[in-house]
Nanobody, 124 residues
Framework: QVQLVESGGGLVQAGGSLRLSCAAS????????MGWFRQAPGKEREFVAASRSGGSTYYADSVKGRFTISRDSAKSTVYLQMNSLKPEDTAVYYC??????????????????WGQGTQVTVSS
């Protein structure tokens, strides 16, 4: 079992930055695929970014060039650096972990464990 706890959300003005953290406990996530998703009110939960254990990273088109996912295996923590934030980035952001380190990173079904989410609000 892996427990995931997100932190770092908050209220920021458009154009600003936030860094989300996801701390994993229970067992090492070194061989896992790690992802970030988000869900805005009334919308489906959507893929944002993913990091495979070998170092490959993937991004949704809507965040490419603005967001960066990284992982620190020594700290069992995954980060999402979010720059140039826009009001449409407002959502609850969720961290997720998948036991199979697959290239298929977009579907929610790839991930076995989820955090409780952290709210990000971007004001215009």
């Amino acid at each position: 079992q892996v427990q995931l706890v997100e932190s770092g959300g908050g209220l920021v003005q458009a154009g600003g930055s936030l860094r989300l953290s996801c701390a994993a406990s229970g067992r090492s996530f070194s061989g896992y695929v790690m992802g970030w998703f988000r869900q805005a009110p009334g919308k489906e939960r959507e893929f944002v970014a993913a990091s495979r254990s070998g170092g490959s990273t993937y991004y949704a088109d809507s965040v490419k060039g603005r967001f960066t996912i990284s992982r620190d295996s020594a700290k069992s923590t995954v980060y999402l650096q979010m720059n140039s934030l826009k009001p449409e980035d407002t959502a609850v952001y969720y961290c997720a972990a998948g036991r199979v380190d697959t290239i298929v990173v977009v579907p929610r079904s790839t991930y076995d464990y989820w955090g409780q989410g952290t709210q990000v609000t971007v004001s215009s």
